[in-house]
């Protein structure tokens, strides 16, 4: 199975910026729609946002829409999610994941049953 590394995390401030990677180990993306999910201290793990094999389609949970971008590169098979205008709620350990459903918010469920180690991003006020 494929295995997936996160990595980019930090520590920002209140509207600052940061660029997530995704990368597979064992295996490629090509044929998955690919997505980011996060979850906060004590709560549930919670969808972001994912896109199609080829890019084309993409989809963003409310809470995100309009600050965050998420892409892939195939040939380099990675995912990015650049988060910009960053706020304390965004805190959260990030991990990505291949969906059951397409990137139309039709099943936004994760395929694989296993995580990576996720990455920790903290927002301060």
């Known amino acids: 199975q494929v295995q997936l590394v996160e990595s980019g995390g930090g520590l920002v401030q209140t509207g600052g910026s940061l660029r997530l990677s995704c990368v597979a180990f064992g295996g490629t993306l090509t044929f998955y729609t690919m997505g980011w999910f996060r979850q906060a201290p004590g709560k549930e793990r919670e969808y972001v946002a994912a896109l199609n094999r080829n890019g084309g389609t993409i989809d963003y949970a409310d809470s995100v829409k309009g600050r965050f971008t998420i892409s892939r590169d195939n040939a380099k098979k990675t995912v990015y999610l650049q988060m910009n205008s960053l706020k304390p709620e965004d805190t959260a350990v990030y991990y990505c994941?291949?969906?059951?459903?397409?990137?139309?918010?039709?099943?936004?469920?994760?395929?694989?049953?296993?995580w990576g180690q996720g990455t920790q991003v903290t927002v301060s006020s």
């Open positions: 994941n291949a969906l059951r459903g397409g990137a139309d918010g039709s099943n936004r469920s994760p395929l694989f049953g296993s």
